[in-house]
C-alpha cells in the first residue's frame, strides 16, 4: 500500500507540475504589465504629440504600476515613429502614440503603413490649427497677413509646423486654395513638428507656423509669436482673443489634428483590453483634464473599436483633401 500511495502521490505532483506549466503563460498574462513599457512618439521633444504622450504614460504608469517610457523616434514626417510602433514585438510592452499622419503618410507615397496596421486602443484628443507668426511680425492681425499673402511673389513667404504634406501642411494648403491661391504660393519648410517650426519662427527663418495654438503656447507666452486665428468652426475656450478664420475672413474652413494611442496589431485581446480601460480612467481623471485644459488642448476619447473606426473615417477624409490639394501622390 505505501508503494501504491507512493506512486499515486508522484502522479499527483507530477500532474500538478504539469499543470502549472500550462496556466503558467496565463498567469503572466493577467499580471500585464510585469516590467516597464516603451511609449514611442513619433514627433520631437516639446511639442503638443510629445506633451500628450507624456501625460498619458504617466497615468498609465500610475494606474498600472509599471514604467511608461516615452521615447521620440522621429523622421521621414512621422514614418520612422509609426513603423516602429507596428512593427515592435506584439507583447505589450511597446505601445505608442498614433496621429493623424498616419491617416496620410500612404496617400503621399511615403509609406504602404496605414491605420489598419494597429490595434487601436483609445483616441485622447483632437486639435485645430492656428496661424502664428512672430511677435516682431509686421502683420497685426490675419487679415493683414492674408493681403501680405496674396501680394507677396510666389514661394517668398515661408511656413512651416511640420513634414512635407503633413495636417499642418495640409492646413496651410487649404487655407490658400479657399483665398484662391495655388497650393505652394507660401513655401514649406518641413520640420519635425510643431516645436521645431515654432523656435525658427521665433529666430526668424521663417514667416509663419500653422500648428495647434496650444503647440505653439510656450513661444506666445514668452513674448515670442502671437496667434491670428484658428481654423476651426468656432473659437477655443482657452484662447478667446484669436477668431476664427471665418470670423475674420469670411473663409469657413476648418481642420483638426488628432492622437490615440495604438499598439502593434497583433497584441493579445485581453492586453488590448487592460490598457484601453487604462486609458479611459486616465482621461477621465482630474489630472489629464486639469493638464489638457491647461493647454488649450481639445480633448476626444474613444475605444478601441471606436478609435479603429475613426482612423478609417479619417484616411478617407484625408484622402479626399489631399488629392483636392494636389498632395496625393496616388
Not at 141 to 151: N, R
Not at 281 to 303: I, L, P, V, W
Request: proline content about 6%; charged content about 15%; some cysteine.
Amino acid at each position: 500500500m505505501s508503494r501504491i500511495s507512493r506512486r499515486t502521490v508522484l502522479k499527483g505532483a507530477a500532474a500538478a507540475g504539469a499543470a502549472g506549466l500550462i496556466t503558467g503563460p496565463a498567469i503572466g498574462q493577467a499580471q500585464y504589465p510585469s516590467r516597464p513599457v516603451t511609449l514611442i512618439c513619433p514627433w520631437g521633444a516639446g511639442g503638443g504629440t510629445d506633451a500628450t504622450a507624456r501625460i498619458v504614460a504617466q497615468l498609465l504608469e500610475k494606474d498600472l504600476g509599471q514604467p511608461f517610457n516615452v521615447v521620440n523616434r522621429t523622421g521621414g514626417s512621422g514614418v520612422v515613429g509609426h513603423q516602429a510602433i507596428a512593427a515592435a514585438p506584439a507583447d505589450g510592452y511597446t505601445i505608442g502614440m498614433l496621429t493623424v499622419e498616419i491617416a496620410m503618410m500612404r496617400h503621399q507615397g511615403l509609406t504602404e503603413l496605414k491605420s489598419g496596421d494597429y490595434a487601436a486602443l483609445g483616441l485622447m484628443n483632437e486639435d485645430p490649427p492656428g496661424v502664428q507668426v512672430s511677435a516682431s511680425s509686421p502683420y497685426k492681425d490675419i487679415k493683414e497677413l492674408a493681403a501680405a499673402i496674396k501680394a507677396a511673389p510666389h514661394g517668398k513667404l515661408k511656413a512651416s509646423g511640420t513634414g512635407q504634406g503633413g495636417i499642418w501642411h495640409l492646413a496651410l494648403v487649404g487655407w490658400l486654395v479657399a483665398m484662391g491661391l495655388k497650393p505652394d504660393h507660401v513655401a514649406w519648410v518641413p520640420s519635425n513638428g510643431a516645436a521645431p517650426g515654432m523656435q525658427d519662427l521665433a529666430a526668424g527663418g521663417i514667416d509663419i507656423v500653422t500648428c495647434s495654438v496650444p503647440e505653439a503656447r510656450a513661444m506666445i507666452d514668452a513674448g515670442k509669436a502671437k496667434a491670428l486665428a484658428i481654423m476651426a468652426s468656432a473659437r477655443n475656450p482657452q484662447f478667446k482673443d484669436v477668431p476664427t478664420l471665418n470670423e475674420s475672413l469670411g473663409i469657413n474652413y476648418s481642420v483638426g489634428a488628432w492622437r490615440g494611442i495604438g499598439a502593434p496589431k497583433a497584441v493579445p485581446a485581453d492586453i488590448q483590453a487592460k490598457l484601453t480601460a487604462s486609458l479611459k480612467k486616465a482621461f477621465d481623471s482630474k489630472e489629464y483634464q486639469d493638464f489638457m485644459n491647461s493647454r488649450g488642448f481639445g480633448m476626444k476619447f474613444a475605444d478601441g473599436p471606436g478609435f479603429a473606426k475613426f482612423m478609417a473615417d479619417s484616411d478617407t477624409s484625408m484622402a479626399s483633401a489631399m488629392k483636392a490639394a494636389g498632395l496625393a501622390k496616388a
